[in-house]
């Protein structure tokens, strides 16, 4: 074999270990995206949050999540307390270098949100009241990476609202086509740290659902409109 052609098989044989060297670099990314997500929304929440099919192409900057999953607390009916059908941010890309990660677009499809009311629970009421009582102490919260990000477009938005009393429940449902969270990130704040933005999103999206329907919802509710 002349020298010329062992130097070609050579050079392809480095290009396909680099190749795949990369595009295990590549998988590992997205779960170690995936495990960040899923840990610091499910501290934020106090319950179980699952990603499912997270792909962050960071040539682009985009990151795209096929269906996300928040748990209800425990002893509620309802299978979960909201899921998303999908979710895609697109990010400034040197900001991913920095202390402040801006984010361009953020938008969510096809949301499923269950409210659900039994005797004196509520399990949005809890959530909040999580949120309320487990903010990150400053000294963490200065250490973590925090993202800025002006306001989320939401395409649908399903609510079921379930008022459960001792023998029977009552039920209630309502969508809106297209919600725009504004000024998620506060004008004065240097970002929010990805717990802080779990629950804004949350608690956002069911005080604009609950707002929209205020006239419609039943009394026992009204009061969940003030505390989000």
Do not use: C
């Not at 998988?27 to 899923?38: F, H, N």
């Amino acid at each position: 074999m002349s020298k010329s052609r062992r130097l070609q098989r050579i050079s392809i044989a480095i290009f396909l270990v680099a190749i795949a060297v990369l595009g295990t670099l590549w998988l590992s990314l997205d779960r170690l995206v995936t495990t960040s997500i899923e840990g610091e929304a499910s501290k934020a929440l106090g319950v179980n949050v699952k990603v499912e099919n997270l792909k962050l192409n960071p040539f682009n900057s985009q990151l795209a999540i096929a269906k996300l999953t928040i748990d209800n607390p425990p002893d509620f009916a309802t299978g979960y307390l909201m899921e998303f059908d999908r979710l895609e941010l697109k990010l400034q890309p040197l900001s991913l270098l920095g202390e402040n990660v801006k984010i361009d677009d953020f938008a969510l499809e096809r949301v499923d949100l269950h409210i659900e009311q039994k005797l004196n629970r509520n399990n949005m009421a809890e959530i909040a009241s999580f949120l309320q009582k487990n903010q990150p102490p400053p000294e963490q919260r200065d250490r973590e990476q925090k993202f800025q990000v002006n306001q989320v477009a939401i395409d649908r938005v399903m609510a079921t609202i379930t008022v459960s009393y001792v023998l029977n429940a009552n039920t209630w449902n309502f969508a809106v086509n297209n919600i725009t969270l504004r000024e998620v990130t506060p004008a004065n704040a240097s970002g929010l740290v990805l717990r802080e933005l779990s629950g804004k999103l949350v608690l956002g999206i069911a005080n604009a659902i609950l707002k929209t329907n205020r006239d419609k919802i039943p009394p026992i509710l009204q009061p969940l409109i003030e505390l989000l």
